[in-house]
C-alpha cells in the first residue's frame, strides 16, 4: 500500500513515511493510492473478535509496511487494560429502536480523540524507526482545548518521544486549563502563551519549518512531528470504530449482514467523518454519511452548494471542538471523489486561502450529495435535544453528541429514511459541565465553580462521572510557565534538549 499527496498525485510513500512527515512538503495530505476492500465474510469475522482484534485485522490493510508483530504490539500498548474505562473501547448504546450511539470517549481524556492518540505514538515510534533511522521524535501542538491534552496523554512516557503543548493562555475552559497543566510523565512540557489560537497555532508553524531549530534538533538525534488530523495516523484508527460498531449491530441481532446503517458524525475539522467516509469506501454497508455541524455551519452549505466559503462570522458555540471554518480534511475528500486531479484540488485551496472560498462545481457536487447528507443545529436547538433525550430516554449527552442527535431527528422528519443508524458521542457530558447543566436546569449552575457544576451535575442525573475528571481535583500542577510568542522556540528548546 502506497500513499501520495492531494497536492501532488505523482508522491508514492510507504505508510511510515507518510506517518512520520505528517504533511506531504507539497504542503498536501497523504492518502492511500488505492482503498483496500472487505468483504461480508471478513465482516463476520471481524464480529467474534473484540476490539483489539478488529483493529489488528484491519490496519495491516493500510499499514502494509509494518509487521504482524509490530501491530499487534501498537495495538496492545494503546488499548492496554485499563486505559479505556469499557472494555469494548467503543462501546455501541441503543438509545431506541433503530437509533444507536457509538460512545467514543472512554479513553483517558473523555474526548474521543483517545481513540487515535492513544494509537498514533506507537505508529509513530515504529514509523521513525523505519523511515527516520530511529530519530527521537519531537512532537509540537497548538491547542484550543482537547486534542493537545489528549496528545499529552498519548504519548506521555512513550519511549523515543518527546512533547511540547501550547496553548492560549486566556483561550481555554478552566477544566481544559487544569487537564493541561496537571498532565502527569517524564517526557511532556506544556506552556501557555499571551495570544490566541492562531497565534499558538502560527508560532508552531513557524517552529516547524525554522531551519536552525531543525538543525539543533537534528544534532540530538531528533526531529519535529505533528500529531493534528492532517496525519494519516490519526486518521486509520478512526476507520476501525465504524467496522467495529457495524460488527456489535451484527453480534447483537440489531442488524443482518449486508444492511445498510447510517452514519451521524458532530463534525469540526472533517476527520471523524471522512474515516466514516473510508470505512464506507471499504465496503462496509453505509447508506448516509450525515455531517453535523453547529452554527458554524460552512459545511452544511458546502454540501447544499457545492461552495465552500469561510467569508462569514465566526461563532463561539456550546460545542466549541467544533468552531472551526476551515476543514482540512475536506481536501482529502475532495481527492478522491475528484478522480485525484491534484491540480485542480490545489487550484481550489489556493483559492480558499486567497479569495476565502472555492467551487467545486456541479459533477463534485452531486457525488457528495449521493454519499452525504448535513444539517446544522444552533446552541438553543442543542440545549432543548439534551434535555429532551435525557428526559425520554434517560440517556445524557454531550454538547457535540448533541448537535449530532437533533441533526439526524431533522433529517429523519424530513426523508422517511428508516435505516438503522450510529451516532458518534465525542465527549463525555461531564467534560462540558456548564452547557450541559444549562440545558437541563438554567438555574443550576449559577455561582458554582467547575467541580460543583460537576457534583450538581451528578446529583441531578445519577449519570456516573469519568473518574479521570473528578480526580483533577487533586492533582498538582506542574506547568505554570507562560510566554510571549517570540518565546516560544526557546520554550521548546528548554523542554526537549537542555
Ligand atoms: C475534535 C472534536 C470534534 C470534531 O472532530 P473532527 O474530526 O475535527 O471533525 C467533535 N467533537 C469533539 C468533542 C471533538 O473533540
Not at 37 to 60: M, N, T, V
Not at 127 to 132: F, G, L, M
Amino acid at each position: 500500500m502506497l500513499y501520495t499527496s492531494t497536492r501532488d498525485s505523482s508522491v508514492r510513500v510507504n505508510s511510515a513515511q507518510a506517518i512520520t512527515q505528517g504533511i506531504s512538503p507539497d504542503g498536501g495530505l497523504h492518502l492511500p493510492v488505492s482503498i483496500p476492500q472487505i468483504s461480508a465474510d471478513d465482516i463476520e469475522r471481524l464480529a467474534a473478535l473484540d476490539y483489539k482484534g478488529r483493529a489488528k485485522a484491519i490496519l495491516p490493510l493500510y499499514l502494509t509496511d509494518f509487521s504482524r508483530e509490530e501491530i499487534d504490539d501498537c495495538v496492545d500498548g494503546a488499548y492496554v487494560d485499563g486505559k479505556f474505562s469499557s472494555e469494548k473501547i467503543a462501546p455501541v448504546v441503543g438509545l431506541e429502536n433503530g437509533v444507536n450511539i457509538l460512545e467514543l470517549w472512554k479513553g483517558p481524556t473523555c474526548a474521543f480523540k483517545d481513540i487515535a492518540l492513544q494509537l498514533l505514538p506507537h505508529l509513530l515510534t515504529v514509523s521513525a524507526k523505519k523511515a527516520a533511522g530511529g530519530k527521537k521524535i519531537v512532537i509540537l501542538v497548538a491547542t484550543s482545548g482537547d486534542t493537545g491534552k489528549a496528545a499529552l496523554e498519548g504519548f506521555r512516557d512513550v519511549p523515543g518521544t518527546k512533547i511540547t503543548v501550547f496553548y492560549p493562555n486566556d483561550g481555554v475552559s478552566p477544566m481544559q486549563k487544569l487537564q493541561m497543566t496537571t498532565q502527569e510523565g517524564g517526557n511532556v512540557s506544556v506552556c501557555a502563551i499571551n495570544g490566541n489560537f492562531d497565534d499558538a497555532q502560527n508560532g508552531v508553524k513557524a517552529i516547524f519549518t525554522d531551519k536552525g531549530a531543525n538543525e539543533r534538533l537534528a544534532a540530538h538525534g531528533m526531529m519535529f512531528s505533528s500529531a493534528n488530523s492532517i496525519n494519516w495516523g490519526r486518521l486509520v484508527p478512526q476507520i476501525v470504530y465504524y467496522i467495529s460498531a457495524y460488527c456489535d449491530l451484527l453480534a447483537e441481532g440489531k442488524i443482518k449482514n449486508g444492511d445498510l446503517i447510517n452514519i451521524v458524525v458532530p463534525t469540526g475539522n472533517f476527520g471523524n467523518i471522512l474515516a466514516a467516509c473510508y470505512a464506507r469506501e471499504m465496503g462496509l454497508p453505509v447508506n448516509k454519511l450525515i455531517c453535523a455541524s453547529n452554527k458554524n455551519k460552512v459545511l452544511t452549505d458546502f454540501i447544499e452548494t457545492g461552495v465552500y466559503d469561510r467569508r462569514r462570522e465566526f461563532f463561539v458555540t456550546s460545542s466549541p471542538s467544533m468552531d472551526i471554518l476551515i476543514s482540512s480534511n475536506l481536501e482529502r475528500l475532495l481527492f478522491l471523489l475528484g478522480g485525484c486531479d491534484d491540480a485542480r484540488v490545489k487550484a481550489w485551496m489556493k483559492s480558499l486561502s486567497e479569495n476565502g472560498y472555492y467551487d467545486v462545481g456541479d459533477g463534485i457536487k452531486a457525488k457528495i450529495n449521493s454519499l452525504f447528507a448535513a444539517g446544522y443545529c444552533d446552541d438553543e436547538g442543542t440545549k432543548a435535544l439534551i434535555k429532551n433525550v435525557f428526559e425520554s430516554r434517560k440517556y445524557l449527552c454531550d454538547t457535540h453528541t448533541a448537535v449530532a442527535a437533533a441533526v439526524y431527528y431533522k433529517y429523519r422528519a424530513q426523508t422517511c429514511d428508516k435505516t438503522p443508524t450510529v451516532i458518534a458521542s465525542t465527549a463525555s457530558p461531564y467534560k462540558f459541565c456548564a452547557s450541559v447543566l444549562d440545558a437541563l436546569s438554567p438555574s443550576a449552575r449559577a455561582g458554582l465553580d467547575e467541580f460543583q457544576m460537576l457534583e450538581a451535575l451528578k446529583r441531578l442525573t445519577g449519570v456516573p462521572c469519568p473518574p479521570r475528571l473528578e480526580e483533577l481535583r487533586g492533582k498538582k500542577v506542574r506547568f505554570t510557565e507562560v510566554c510571549d510568542i517570540g518565546g516560544m522556540e526557546q520554550a521548546v528548546m528548554k523542554a526537549v534538549v537542555d
